[in-house]
């Protein structure tokens, strides 16, 4: 059967060294900071690990407990700063400007030489995208997104409207992404057209558009 002795303890006026208590009692040597047993020897022998009440000691980390200021330099020194990412670089995006990601981790790019315009289209809505100047432009190249705000899912691709001599033909090209209902429409206007989208979905659609370029009349 093992044993459980209980401390007890009192104020003894004399050197730990000299110190020969009960035999197996525990009693604290108050200079050294160390905890000593009683071995029937003066000074019995050390029940822990020596130190001294100002300093200890882990590694290569030294201080004194009321004052560690090297252990959090330590601590401070473990702290991983997530790099921006790069050619080669492991690290971390976020969103911002005309950079988006979606629920599923899909990271979009959106941008070009006129900006970009963001509307949402309801269920069974149809609404303008964009709106064309033909006293202006012949032509317009657009980077066109279109994201289910519910699912997350969403769809990229270029597109031309080549809307000047007489002209009413809008091009869908390179399109990438999960494959979302909608229809793009492009009407007159008086002097303008529009890039018209039917939201065939049950969600709505947030459609981002991006103009890249154009050639002028």
């Known amino acids: 059967m093992a044993f459980v002795r209980k401390i007890k303890a009192s104020l003894v006026r004399m050197d730990s060294a000299d110190y020969v208590g009960e035999s197996t009692y525990l009693f604290y040597d108050i200079e050294t900071a160390c905890i000593r047993i009683t071995d029937g020897t003066p000074g019995g022998r050390p029940a822990c690990i020596e130190g001294s009440a100002g300093g200890v000691s882990w590694g290569s980390i030294t201080g004194t407990l009321s004052d560690q200021l090297d252990l959090q330099a330590e ?21 911002g400007g005309d950079i988006t990601i979606d629920a599923n981790g899909i990271v979009t790019v959106v941008g070009g030489t006129g900006g970009t315009t963001t509307t949402d289209v309801a269920p069974s809505a149809t609404s303008v995208i964009e709106t064309i100047d033909t006293t202006s432009v012949i032509s317009v190249k657009f980077l066109i997104v279109v994201e289910d705000l519910t699912t997350g899912d969403s769809r990229s691709f270029e597109s031309h409207a080549f809307v000047g001599l007489g002209q009413n033909v809008f091009n869908m090209h390179s399109v990438m992404g999960d494959r979302l209902r909608y229809s793009i429409a492009l009407v007159s206007n008086g002097t303008d057209k529009e890039i018209q989208l039917t939201n065939n979905e049950a969600n709505t659609l947030r459609i981002r558009v991006a103009k890249l370029g154009s050639v002028a009349v």
Not at 76 to 95: K, S
């Open 75 to 95: 601590l401070d020194a473990l702290v991983y700063t997530l790099p921006v990412a790069d050619v080669g670089v492991l690290g971390g995006i976020q969103e």
